[in-house]
């Protein structure tokens, strides 16, 4: 696992690094995978990128001479597009070391679409998808006039803004973008003139793409400034947000993610209840189904190549489907983009019908307002998959 576990989204690489290693956990106390060799042992480690792509190609570098053949990544995009490129260089030159890379979380569409690669497998469903799923809602939100665009200046922040875009006039073309604004990511510390151009705009919801610090001190500053408008976000169920909004949040925060507790199914349940017996501490409470269904499709695909080997491991994890705790999802062969349900959620106080579980110990949770089967979350790709 590469991945920034120091500077601005350190809380959301320690995150990641739960759910991977709970699910390693539990292949490996079922006997780990079977191999050709015998039965074996996954083995999680973690090297520390900082969230900069010149740290990330150094820790690739480092994890391919430790002997790691799968590369797991994804709190960045810009990171992700350099490990692509990397992977493909190096596995041209080094056929005998070849190594794969999944993606749990770098959403820009362009990396299974015109960066698509053989050796890249996304398991997180892109911004497009996440958008499409969020516009399902506000599209029935007649309350909204007018939107404020507010994302972070990278290429993950561009893709967000431009299909908000695409999408509104498509969909909603009543609803004014009453501005456009791109800021440096994870580097401001106070949202306050941001909020107060929020404010002044007039704008009925927000439309954002910002997630760990960038996301809590944005939605605080709006509070703060008086902002009683809606937010449609793409991480607002998590890493401190709820309870920095507070009361204010109440119907009014709306995330979209490819699982929440409080997804209504029995085995939902158990599973969600099973990660908070195994991290009790509210500050841990922030578990991704999709990283259990990757490492889950992950042990499955190296049983059925049979060995770690870059070139068959790849063969079987573009056939993967996988199902797990009610939830499942398939790979796309054509793109190597995962295709799962999607599901929509509202904030509101536990306790209240559809809210069992709250998020962070804050006494907010998201009771969920929109399934969306994997049928309907699919979309169309441009990738011309290039063949080793």
Known sequence: MIEGLSGGNANGGEAVFRNLAWAVERVNQRGGVKTREGARALELVRYDSKGQSEEALSALKSAIDDGARVILQGNSSAVAASIIEAVNKHNEREPARRVVFLNYSAVDPIL?????????????????????????????????????????????????????????AEQRPDVRVAADELHPLMRIKDFAPYAAKIKASGADAVITGNFSNDLTLLVKAAREAGFEGKFYTFYGNALGAPAAIGDAGIGKVVAVADWLPNVPTQESEAFYQSFRQKFPKPADDYVH?????????????????????????????????????????????????????????VMDRQGTPGVKFDVEGSGYGFRVVKNIAPAQAEMPHNCTMKQP
């Open 112 to 168: 299974t679409n015109e960066k698509c690669s053989y050796w890249h497998f996304r398991f997180d469903a892109h911004a497009d998808m996440r958008m499409t799923a969020l516009m399902s809602v506000l599209r029935e939100d007649k309350a909204v006039k007018s939107v404020y665009l507010i994302n972070p200046d990278y290429s993950f922040g561009h893709a967000v803004t431009r299909e908000a875009k695409r999408q509104l």
């Open 289 to 345: 189904m999709r990283m259990q269904l990757l490492i889950e499709t992950l042990a499955q695909s190296i049983e059925k190549a049979g060995t770690v080997e870059a070139g068959p491991l790849a063969a079987a994890l573009e056939k993967s489907s996988v199902k797990f705790a009610g939830q499942g999802g398939a790979m796309r062969a054509a793109d190597h983009q995962f295709q799962q349900s999607l599901v929509v959620g």
